[in-house]
RNA sequence: CCGGGUGUAGCGGAGCUGGUACCGCGCGUGGUUUGGGACCACGAGAUCGCACGUUCGAAUCGUGUCACUCGGACCA
């Protein structure tokens, strides 16, 4: 073995440099690829089918609660996303426009969606009459498009693949409760699949939706100890109903306004995951999300019987379900151990002549490296009870860190201190004013990442200004 | 968008007091290997991000532009 070569896919430690660590981690576990334009990258093979993965189980959970897929285009006539004053506030400096058609200009101008909430409503203006049409569950899984000054994999993509709903209610006890049930629906899916715990929280006004009421999200701890939105979900009450002219017939004759919701999650929950999770010799996946669950290594592969065995372990834990790769290319075994690391299947197993004899293989779990050597008789359970072990594992590993670097402040001296020594999320009391916000942003850096839906009472008064205090807010630094 | 850095073969780098390019890894073929990124031999591959300019001559100097990157501003 030959000592101190170069590794050529080398990654940068995550504590000398977390942004490097992170990009050498987005190209060298192969999830993306750059293109010559700013800000739209390629998702690979491997970091796609990640995102197919996220995608078939949050679908199956909008379809359990009685949603439906739709698609509407992706261009936008400028007088239709001018609308609703607060939404075109918000989105019109990230917008990219097409002007023409072929060689000749557009009478108007049609925008890339940024997001749809204006299709969805002149859409409902046409479909939503009676009460009996609501209420209206709709989804739609798609890419939208920002034009964002920066860009980074994953986390800011002018074009990001994501899925939002847009629902249609009678009453807004009904829509808020959908807005609820959303959130929910995204914590359940980032704690229980994706490995990653989750604050409940609502935004405040100053950090809601351009157009929402009410902002609902779910906030992440990084590795880093920055923060990273998971999923909104906002209620707009009936303030597009009227910008676009949507009424129905209620159950007593008369005109009303619905009332909207609209919730997301994106690609980029991805780069959350690869930062919750990850480590210095690469990607960490969440089993349920596994491109490759069990990656089968055959050691000594050129020896009589090896392969076959191989082969035939192979097709039992594909047989059972599992997703499985076994890798018998001609690099060396070490090599295929370092290169699955680097792409976080989260179990290795190694079966070679030795083991044979012993009716035994060798699992390596990605999250700790700890090894095992297992029976090949019930290997299809000891397996699955090793996926749920790793799960468990990484979500108390990120409870910790999420646990161990949230802590209260009684004043923005302390936020400014602690944020300046240990970073993380700082607690405290707030007035609701947003000079407080803005102060707390100027002087300590953070801004308010939610106002907790589980609150607790730090203390009576606000910690920028003193005065009388209801709330506790989260701040801290996000991506 | 503002300020700093970078751009040479698939990747990482050297060359940058001007004379059309070098190294390691990777890649191809053959052989020997195989329980933590194996080894030997031979071989293929880049008009130096792009454009314009200075010059007899530009990877090298100048201007512009695009992309990446680090801060900052902005960012459902």
Redesign the pocket.
């Known amino acids: 073995?030959?000592e101190n070569?170069?590794?050529?896919?080398?990654i940068t430690d995550m504590e000398q440099?977390f942004?490097?660590w992170?990009?050498d981690v987005c190209k060298?576990a192969e999830l993306i690829d750059?293109t010559?334009?700013?800000?739209?990258f390629i998702m690979r093979p491997y970091g796609y089918a990640v995102w197919e993965n996220m995608q078939h189980i949050l679908d199956t959970e909008f379809k359990k609660t009685g949603h439906e897929n739709v698609y509407l285009p992706m261009l936008i006539p400028e007088s239709l996303l001018q609308k609703e004053k607060d939404h075109v506030q918000?989105?019109a400096?990230?917008c990219a426009w097409v002007t023409h058609g072929g060689t000749d200009e557009l009478e108007e101008r049609l925008c890339i969606r940024?997001?749809s909430e204006t299709l969805f409503c002149e859409h409902y203006h046409n479909i939503i009459h009676s009460y009996r049409d609501l209420p209206k569950l709709y989804n739609q899984w798609c890419s939208?498009l920002?034009w964002?000054?920066?860009?980074?994999?994953f986390l800011?993509h002018r074009e990001?693949l994501?899925q939002e709903g847009h629902t249609m209610h009678a009453t807004a006890e009904e829509a808020i409760a959908e807005t609820e049930r959303m959130l929910n629906v995204y914590a359940d899916f980032c704690e229980n699949v994706l490995a990653m715990p989750v604050t409940r929280g609502l935004?405040t006004d100053k950090?809601?939706?351009?157009g929402?009421e009410r902002?609902y999200c779910v906030e992440c701890m990084m590795h880093d100890k920055k923060a990273l939105?998971g999923g909104?979900s906002?209620y707009f009450g009936d303030g597009f109903a009227k910008a676009f002219d949507i009424t129905f017939t209620d159950k007593d004759n008369k005109q009303a306004y619905p009332h909207q919701t609209s919730w997301?999650v994106?690609t980029?929950l991805i780069g959350g995951i690869i930062m919750t999770h990850g480590d210095n010799?690469g990607l960490v996946l969440p089993p349920r999300i596994a491109p490759i669950q069990v990656v089968v290594i055959p050691?000594?592969?050129?020896k009589d019987g090896v392969l076959d065995a191989n082969r035939a372990v192979f097709a039992r834990l594909q047989e059972a379900g599992l997703r499985v790769k076994m890798d018998d290319s001609?690099?060396?075994?070490?090599?295929?151990?370092?290169?699955y690391?680097?792409k976080g299947v989260p179990i290795?197993l190694?079966?070679?002549?030795?083991?044979?004899e012993n009716n035994q293989?060798?699992l390596?779990r990605r999250d700790s490296?700890e090894?095992s050597f297992v029976s090949l008789d019930g290997l299809e359970d000891t397996i699955k009870t090793l996926l749920d072990s790793i799960h468990d594992g990484l979500y108390a590993k990120a409870k910790k860190n999420l646990d161990d670097n949230t802590y209260a402040c009684a004043t923005l001296e302390e936020v400014k201190e602690k944020m300046a020594t240990r970073g993380g999320f700082a607690k405290t009391m707030w007035c609701g004013d947003e000079a407080c916000e803005i102060r707390m942003?100027e002087e300590a850096?953070v801004?308010s990442r939610c106002i907790p839906l589980h609150q607790e009472h730090l203390g009576d008064v606000c910690a920028v200004c003193g005065k009388p205090a209801t709330k506790m807010v989260d701040w801290g630094v996000?991506y």
Request: hydrophobic share 30%; proline share 6%.
């Open positions: 073995m030959a070569k170069k590794q050529v896919e080398q440099d942004a490097k992170f990009t060298k750059y010559s334009v700013k800000g739209l918000g989105f400096p990230e940024p997001t939208v920002r964002e000054k920066t860009s980074r994999p800011r990001f994501w935004k950090e809601k939706f351009a929402a902002t939105q909104t906002h997301g994106s980029r010799n050691v000594a592969q050129h001609d690099n060396s075994p070490g090599w295929k151990f370092a290169e690391e680097m290795r190694e079966l070679g002549p030795k083991d044979i293989c060798v390596v490296g090894k942003k850096g801004s996000a």
